[in-house]
């Protein structure tokens, strides 16, 4: 969806509403919206709208690996949980080739996981069976076109098949967000980081399961997530690297990929054997000033796109969804709701993003008295069990305020 034009002077009070709420965008987080007001006794009688340009069964397929957290999870499973979730019960943080490291372990919270990993497609397929039965209106391949707000509404012109209409809605949703260089610059922070991920799934020799695997490397981080397979061996990689060393890398075959992951990440799961899904995007910061621009609000990766260095993401578009039907169920689809929504949300989004930026930067840097730096942190977190909760406790569940 592209921008909004500013509210329009013309009153447009005796043209009919189409729907309530519309939401263009059904990735993950415009899913959950929609199936959380649906469910919701406050919300299932406004009359919802779902627009996205592809059918649902596009994303299906898609093998992408994303981190959900426990807070995530807490808030799906009354909608639509998938059965092929892997766990991530421990956490373990350090740098290759210096001194420092963390752990972090679901015990010392008393939670069933950490986190969980999931392929793009099944949480997809979750939720969207999950709208299916919903009365929500879904508008399957159909393009969104630029807005224009009255004073009590917004107009939305749609394209499908290559017939154009128009609709008016009380709210819109803007869920429709796209990797970093998808997206358009808009007022509020930009970064390139300069960075490109390589992603894929690999197998290893001696895995360790259900442990999420974050490795500071002088090239840039390399996690590795847990997804389960024969013994446990299959894990979710993201290697962040300099552009050049990435087309470098993207050059080689896997048997000569592998052979260069494993000397960048050491042996720690013994060696790696085998990847599937290599593919790689550039890696940036975009996050609007304001969530709320008259009766428009942005949510997920049209409100903020972030590096994927802690994992926050999605995580933090899923709290943005639940927190905004929260505010409708209070407000119904007025400013007002949208209002509450944007104060609400400020803490979270300052603190998840912040640190996100700063992990970053400092964690991707390459500079021996930064390595240091580094080392002693992570050693800290040891030694300062609050301090180590209070930031295990922000990736897992944000600020609830």
């Not at 390459?366 to 002693?376: I, N, S, V, W, Y």
């Amino acid at each position: 969806m592209n921008e909004v034009t500013q509210p329009s002077a013309q009153s447009t009070t005796e043209s009919p509403f189409d729907f309530d709420i519309a939401i263009v965008g059904a990735g993950p987080v415009g899913l959950a919206l929609a199936g959380w007001l649906s469910r919701r006794s406050a919300t299932r009688a406004l009359s919802v709208a779902l627009i996205d340009a592809r059918e649902p069964g596009d994303a299906v397929s898609d093998p992408r690996a994303i981190a959900v957290s426990q807070g995530s999870r807490m808030i799906l499973e009354p909608l639509r949980w998938p059965g092929d979730a892997t766990t991530i019960q421990r956490i373990h943080v350090s740098q290759r080739g210096h001194f420092g490291r963390t752990v972090i372990d679901r015990a010392e919270h008393d939670l069933p996981g950490l986190g969980y990993v999931l392929r793009y497609g099944s949480i997809v397929h979750a939720l969207t069976e999950a709208v299916s039965e919903t009365p929500v209106h879904w508008l399957r391949s159909t393009s969104a076109l630029p807005s224009t707000q009255e004073h009590d509404g917004v107009t939305l012109p749609l394209e499908s098949a290559h017939v154009k209409r128009t609709v008016r809605t009380r709210i819109l949703v803007n869920a429709e967000g796209g990797l970093f260089h998808e997206q358009k610059s808009s007022s509020g922070a930009s970064r390139d980081y300069g960075q490109t991920a390589l992603v894929g799934t690999v197998t290893v020799s001696a895995p360790q399961p259900h442990v999420a695997w974050e490795r500071f490397t002088p090239g840039g981080p390399i996690a590795l997530l847990p997804m389960g397979g024969v013994r446990g061996a299959d894990y979710a990689l993201v290697w962040c690297c300099s552009p050049d060393e990435a087309a470098r890398l993207a050059q080689l075959d896997d048997a000569a990929f592998l052979h260069a992951l494993g000397a960048a990440f050491g042996d720690r799961m013994g060696a790696f054997t085998q990847i599937k899904g290599r593919a790689s995007f550039p890696l940036g910061l975009n996050a609007v000033d304001a969530l709320v621009k008259g009766r428009v609000v942005a949510i997920g990766n049209a409100a903020q796109t972030l590096h994927p260095v802690a994992g926050q993401g999605l995580n933090l578009g899923l709290r943005d969804a639940h927190a905004l039907v929260d505010a409708l169920a209070q407000h119904g689809a007025t400013p007002l709701a949208l209002a509450a929504f944007a104060a609400r949300r400020a803490l979270d989004r300052r603190l998840t993003i912040g640190a996100t930026d700063t992990l970053a930067r400092l964690f991707t840097v390459d500079f021996p008295p930064l390595a240091t730096l580094r080392g002693l942190a992570l050693t800290a977190l040891e030694f300062l069990p609050p301090v180590k909760t209070a930031l295990a406790r922000q990736m897992m569940f944000g600020q609830r305020r």
